[in-house]
C-alpha cells in the first residue's frame, strides 16, 4: 500500500507557473504508474497527466499539452506536475494516482478508475 501527499498548490495570476510535487510513501514506489487528475467545481474528475513507472513516457489532456509537464525522481518517491501558462481554466483541485503495475509493463493511464490509491488533493486557482 502507498500513501500520497500533494504539494504546492496556491493562488498564481493567470500566466504564471506552479510546480505540484506527490511524495509517496513506502519502498516500491518506482513499480507504480503515477497520474495526476483535476476537479473544478460541479465538474467531474479529469485526467491531466501520466508518466510511466519509469518515467520514460507520459501522456497529457490536450489542454494542457506545451503547458505542463510531468515528471518523477524514483530516488525521491515524488512525482512532480511543472504547470507553466496558467490559465483561469486550470483552477481546480488537483490530485495524484497511482496504480501498481507489473515488471514488464511500460504504460500510463489515463482514466480515474485504473487507479489504486489518490492523495488528499491541493487547490490550485488562476485568477484572470
Known amino acids: 500500500q502507498v500513501q500520497l501527499v500533494e504539494s504546492g498548490g496556491g493562488l498564481v495570476q493567470a500566466g504564471g507557473s506552479l510546480r505540484l510535487s506527490c511524495a509517496a510513501s513506502?519502498?516500491?514506489?518506482?513499480?507504480?504508474?503515477m497520474g495526476w487528475f483535476r476537479q473544478a467545481p460541479g465538474k467531474e474528475r479529469e485526467f491531466v497527466a501520466a508518466?510511466?513507472?519509469?518515467?520514460?513516457?507520459?501522456g497529457y489532456v490536450d489542454s494542457v499539452k506545451c503547458r505542463f509537464t510531468i515528471s518523477r525522481d524514483n530516488a525521491k518517491n515524488t512525482v512532480y506536475l511543472q504547470m507553466n501558462s496558467l490559465k483561469a481554466v486550470d483552477t481546480a483541485v488537483y490530485y495524484c494516482?497511482?496504480?501498481?503495475?507489473?515488471?514488464?509493463?511500460?504504460?500510463?493511464?489515463?482514466?480515474?478508475?485504473?487507479?489504486?490509491?489518490w492523495g488528499q488533493g491541493t487547490q490550485v486557482t488562476v485568477s484572470s
Open positions: 494516482a497511482a496504480r501498481r503495475t507489473v515488471p514488464s509493463g511500460n504504460y500510463y493511464y489515463t482514466s480515474p478508475i485504473q487507479y489504486d490509491y
Open positions: 513506502g519502498r516500491t514506489f518506482s513499480t507504480y504508474a
Open positions: 508518466i510511466t513507472r519509469s518515467g520514460g513516457r507520459t
